[in-house]
């Protein structure tokens, strides 16, 4: 159950499973979350409400997680929000391209929750 000052995380994956199965982890630590099935839903959701933290699928319909990462990272001040990509790409060219793209971290599917959830508690303030 979120609380009042819950960090927000917003989860984007064009899989409605694994975004209920995100949505029932994350809020169960306690943080606030909201959803996205696509690249163009999850930047709208974005900038209506400035999440702290995104996880980005990066292969998603009408925009892909790359292109999300590099829009946020160009428009946004030293806030940014730290950017976690969950993705089946998983060749070192693709991982380079995620960071080149403004992710902190490049989880290859189907990645552990917890071990997502130790790079966001990890993260330096």
Same mark, same amino acid.
């Given at each position: 159950?979120?609380?009042?000052?819950?960090?927000?995380?917003?989860? /984007?994956?064009?899989?409605?499973? %694994? %975004?209920? &199965?995100?949505?029932?982890?994350? *809020?169960?630590?306690?943080? *606030?979350?909201?959803?996205?099935?696509?690249?163009? *839903? &999850? %930047?709208?959701?974005?900038?209506?409400?400035? =999440?702290?933290?995104?996880?980005?699928?990066?292969?998603?319909?009408?925009?892909?997680?790359?292109?999300?990462?590099?829009?946020?990272?160009?428009?946004?001040?030293?806030?940014?929000?730290?950017? %976690?990509?969950?993705?089946?790409?998983?060749?070192?060219?693709?991982? &380079?391209?995620?960071?080149?793209?403004?992710?902190? $971290? $490049?989880?290859?599917? =189907? /990645?552990?929750? =917890?071990?997502?959830?130790? &790079?966001?508690?990890?993260? =330096?303030?």
């Amino acid at each position: 159950m979120p609380t009042a000052n819950a960090e927000r995380v917003l989860i /984007a994956d064009d899989d409605p499973n %694994l %975004l209920d &199965a995100y949505l029932l982890f994350f *809020e169960g630590q306690g943080y *606030e979350v909201r959803t996205a099935s696509d690249g163009v *839903e &999850a %930047l709208g959701q974005y900038w209506a409400w400035l =999440p702290a933290i995104v996880i980005l699928d990066i292969q998603m319909p009408r925009l892909d997680g790359w292109t999300v990462a590099k829009e946020i990272r160009r428009l946004t001040d030293s806030a940014a929000p730290l950017l %976690l990509a969950v993705t089946g790409l998983s060749t070192p060219s693709e991982r &380079a391209e995620s960071i080149r793209c403004g992710f902190a $971290h $490049h989880f290859i599917k =189907p /990645a552990p929750l =917890p071990d997502i959830l130790a &790079a966001i508690v990890s993260r =330096p303030s």
